[in-house]
């Protein structure tokens, strides 16, 4: 019946949904920065857990859809054991799949990160997948304490 | 269902003959924004290739047609509302600048610190914020009466914020989040009798329910084009005269003024002093081209076939596991805000529109009412006048389908 959104929802993103990753709190994290959708009402805390400009440990809280959940629990595994710097060019990637930009380079490059490719055809779902990276990209950065995607 | 002409109302809607991802249109979005007939487009398209020209201005013949017709409108509002007089009904962009409108003009004459602005906690953000930047700019303050899990007006706790500084109250007929229509009779009568004026948010409740202004006794009514089968970019401020005349005006500008100088200025007459600027002429003729067509139809009819769609839709919804209605009072306009169990709205939202249904997924600018039903948002399905009892169908059908593939 939902035929033209199997692009969209595709197994894995009802799997991260149904069993988030790393859905948990990080006592005592070195980062920890909310991320909120003011469109949706999608609303998520990222923690990070480093050691010198290594992420060892990521998790989230949150409620939010099917992609934005899926999103931050890929992300979230993706993420353990790279640098801030390789978290950034992650993001790069990340941003330029989802936006449509550089799409074949960037998809081959992200590996499993590659199942929310679909939202580039639906842009009222885009923010969902990246509110995930825009969290972790202000937790890197370390600016403020909450972001958000408008 | 009752007799009513549903197959000849939908033919008059051009936008609904069409397919949305190779599916019938069904589209339940109308608590955002209504659909527009045939004769609504061609009053304005009419008006630009015949009639156009700028109104109050000019002597010459279109300028005569223009004002004609513009002034033509004003009217079918004020017959459509039962206003006592075309000098009550001000031409705004919408509900929210009606309501800005008020704050900014009344609020600031009538409003000083420690002095209160009475509202519910079924609010739509356009009936805060005005209010929230009075208080900042005046130190007034705003009281907001509780809603029950009914979504309900919590009406003794309503009666029991009036104060003797309470300086206006400003509550919605029609909750757009929820559906729940107010005690508004009840609460008009329970604020006159300490000579607090009441104004209304009538976004949602103008296309449901025919509205009398003058029986309800309320100082202002607010509503939009939009929502009425009419285009956007206008609505309809409707306040008492003696109070609109006490009003300073609201933007500065032509038409809006009778003499200027630079020493002076003397303002227009109402209805004029608040109409700053050129009005959105086409936008006005097509407003009255959309009351004289749920006029012919007749608002009452509207009313009793749209309270059977929303019975039988709220009947089949209850034959859903995990599906919760949120809003369930027990006046209440065409509006199913509903939740699925781990599924959220913007998925259902997404879900639906491959299968055609477009309904509105998010927090419907009420964020309080969210954080008051602990969801981040619903799924709304919101009715028109021209949907079916087949098209609650589909919705329901396709509700089922994404349940079962969520899983």
Request: glycine share 6%; charged share 20%; aromatic share 8%.
């Amino acid at each position: 019946m939902f035929e033209d959104l199997r692009d969209l929802y595709q197994e894995v993103i009802f799997d991260h949904n149904r069993n988030p990753r790393n859905f948990r709190v990080i006592e005592n994290a070195d980062r920890e920065v909310e991320g909120f959708n003011p469109l949706c009402g999608d609303r998520l805390t990222l923690y990070l857990k480093m050691d010198g400009n290594k992420i060892t440990d990521a998790s989230f809280q949150g409620s939010g859809c099917a992609i934005s959940t899926a999103s931050v629990s890929l992300m979230t595994e993706i993420v353990k054991g790279l640098t801030e710097d390789e978290a950034e060019t992650l993001f790069q990637k990340f941003h330029d799949m989802t936006t449509g930009k550089n799409e074949e380079v960037s998809i081959d490059a992200l590996g499993k990160l590659a199942v929310l490719a679909g939202v580039r055809e639906y842009p009222a779902r885009v923010k969902c997948a990246t509110l995930a990276w825009h969290t972790l990209d202000a937790a890197i950065k370390n600016e403020q304490s909450s972001v958000s995607t408008e | 269902m009752t007799d009513f002409p549903i197959e000849k109302i939908r033919a008059d809607f051009p936008i609904l003959q069409q397919t949305i991802r190779n599916k019938p249109l069904v589209y339940l979005d109308n608590a955002a924004t209504c659909q527009k007939p045939e004769c609504v487009i061609d009053s304005m398209s009419e008006l630009y290739r015949t009639n156009y020209a700028n109104v109050h201005r000019g002597v010459h013949t279109l300028s005569v047609r223009s004002t004609d017709l513009y002034e033509g409108a004003r009217d079918k509002v004020k017959q459509f509302i039962n206003a006592s007089s075309t000098k009550e009904i001000i031409f705004t962009k919408g509900t929210t600048e009606a309501i800005n409108l008020v704050a900014q003009t009344f609020g600031k004459a009538n409003l000083a610190e420690g002095d209160e602005v009475l509202i519910t906690a079924m609010e739509h953000h356009s009936n805060i914020v005005p209010w929230q930047m009075l208080a900042e700019q005046t130190g007034a303050v705003l009281r907001v009466a509780p809603i029950n899990q009914q979504g309900e007006l919590m009406f003794s706790e309503f009666e029991q914020l009036i104060s003797d500084k309470t300086r206006l109250v400003s509550v919605v007929h029609m909750s757009n989040a929820l559906g729940s229509v107010n005690p508004v009779q009840k609460i008009i009568d329970l604020a006159h009798a300490k000579d607090i004026p009441v104004l209304l948010d009538g976004a949602q409740a103008i296309p449901h329910m025919s509205v009398d202004v003058q029986a309800l006794d309320c100082d202002f009514y607010a509503f939009s084009g939009h929502k009425l089968y009419g285009p956007s970019g206008i609505g309809v401020l409707y306040g008492k005269q003696d109070i609109l005349n006490a009003m300073p005006p609201y933007q500065g500008g032509g038409d809006m003024i009778r003499k200027v100088t630079f020493e002076e200025t003397e303002y227009n007459t109402l209805p004029y002093k608040f109409e700053a600027g050129t009005p959105p002429i086409a936008e006005v003729v097509g407003l009255g081209a959309a009351i004289d067509y749920v006029s012919a139809i007749g608002m009452d009819k509207i009313a009793a076939y749209e309270a059977e769609l929303l019975a039988y839709a709220t009947q089949q919804a209850a034959h859903i596991d995990g599906l919760q209605i949120i809003g369930q009072a027990s006046e209440k306009g065409a509006i199913l805000s509903f939740v699925l169990d781990k599924i959220h709205p913007h998925d259902i939202g997404t879900m639906l529109d491959s299968l055609g249904i477009a309904i509105r997924a998010g927090h419907h600018c009420a964020m309080p009412v969210m954080d008051f039903f602990e969801v981040p948002a619903t799924a709304r399905a919101s009715f028109a006048m021209y949907n079916s009892k087949e098209e609650i169908d589909v919705l329901m059908e396709g509700i089922k389908s994404l349940i079962e593939v969520f899983g």
